[in-house]
């Protein structure tokens, strides 16, 4: 039976897609789209390292058992077939491929996303140089003896240029020189380079952002032998529809500020709470990346410079940070998780004086006290490990809450205005018909469901949990106050001066 395909689904007809970071968070969401929208593709080939003892074949069938691959499983079936995985790892040289398997990609492969990354904020500079540097250079080094390569995209970060008031689709000079850093990395010791970070840092926050800036420089150096594309998304957060609504594995950014606040972890954080969120949906950026080859194709000459993409939502949807945790409180006590450390009624903050008062009294304090039993008693203590991380964890975000960030997306927009009516509903990008606040309770269920594994049919419960930790909160708060006005007055001599009109008076 004859099948019509889009113009989008008829580029990918009879093409090879090679993926790294394929089991990441956006990867996987990738890896279903194509499966299941660009059905008349030839092969997705994937690299995955072994982990826990478990080979790349065992990690690609648990992969196919998690609930974004079922609507495949049910319509498509045949399609997993069509998905070739290989030992591998952007930390080695050659990508770990070799012999066969190296062959059978060189020779085949038509589009390349480059995915791999350590998404970790806080993590050594030495990680993030060998991920998200040497690793682009080693996915560069394999696409340069692709026989058939059409495009090779390279997801990067919106915020890489947070030198910049207004972010533009271009790359960005710098004053390193990527080659002279991994260099500085392969002969250093780490004790060394951990000591100098913060100076190579400057301006940027985080090893993170930085080490994608200069994967861009080194992207953009290849341009002119490779077609390469560059995609920078926002803040990647929940799906609004595809795979799965709410879909989310993850508690990067605000999906663990929602769920650390729900469950009564994170009290209070430090956000300019009238600035404007820059976040983007994963099938929304997903769809973007689709996009990115089959528009790149259409041109009818060579850009002269290489093609960027700042993937991020119309401005008149994005909403403040104020509003995303108001709602995303109401709405966590309407669906809260199960147990919580306390009562979901944290706030944020512009204050650090504020903020610093209200950790130590609501998270720090909690924290010791909660080990400290568990320390009598035997168990395994946690709290302050865990309350640790979460500090850690809102310092680094606070530096993309407390900033105004002015992306011009013109490149992106462009590709939903040239798109015909068929693929617009099948690679949506545009979210201007996206309900916000259905979309923040969808997240908050995808948070609960799919990240801790609360299944819905557990909500009346947390609903009675949530009422007995709301009057518990309500009476150590009348308490702690009562004690605080007591030792006041009795400090300021009030108490005593209270007694004496009293016993005066009879």
Known sequence: MTVDLSPVQEYYKDKTIFITGASGFMGKVLLEKLLYSCHSLKEVIIICRPKRGKAPETRLEEMFKLPIFQRIKEERPEMLKKVTIYQGDVTFDQLGLSGESLKHVTE?????????????????????????????????????????????????????????????????????????????????????????????????????????????????????????????????????????????????????????????????????????????????AINGLILLPYHNSLAEKRPLQIPVYNMTVDDAKKRTWKWIMDVGRDLGIKYPFEVGLWYPDGNMTSSKFYHTICTILFMWLPAYFIDFLLLIFGQRRFMIRVQTKVAVGLEVLQFFTTRSWDFKSSHFEQIYKELGATDRRIFKINTNDVDDHEYMKLSILGGRQYVMKEPLTSLPKSRIQLRFMYVLDRICKTLIISGLLYWTSQKLGITDLVRNKLRFSK
């Open 108 to 284: 085949n492969t038509n589009i390349v996303f480059h995915m791999a990354a350590t998404l970790k904020l806080e993590g050594n500079l030495r990680d993030a140089i060998d991920m998200n540097l040497l690793g682009t250079r080693r996915a560069l080094n394999v696409a340069k003896e692709m026989k058939q390569l059409e495009a090779f995209i390279h997801l990067s970060t919106a915020f890489c240029n947070c030198d910049q008031e207004v972010m533009y689709e271009k790359v960005y000079e710098f004053p390193h020189q990527p080659e002279d850093l991994m260099r500085l990395a392969e002969w250093m010791d780490v004790k060394t380079l951990d000591a100098i970070t913060p100076d190579l840092l400057k301006p940027h926050p985080n090893t993170y952002t930085y080490s994608k800036r200069l994967a861009e420089l080194l992207v953009r150096d290849h341009y002119e032998s490779m077609p390469v594309i560059i995609a920078r998304p926002s803040i990647v957060t929940p799906a609004v529809a595809e795979p799965l609504p709410g879909w989310v594995d993850n508690m990067n950014g605000p999906t663990g500020v929602l769920i650390g606040a729900g469950k009564g972890v994170i009290r209070s954080m430090i956000c300019n709470g009238e600035l404007k969120s820059e976040v983007i949906p994963v099938d929304i």
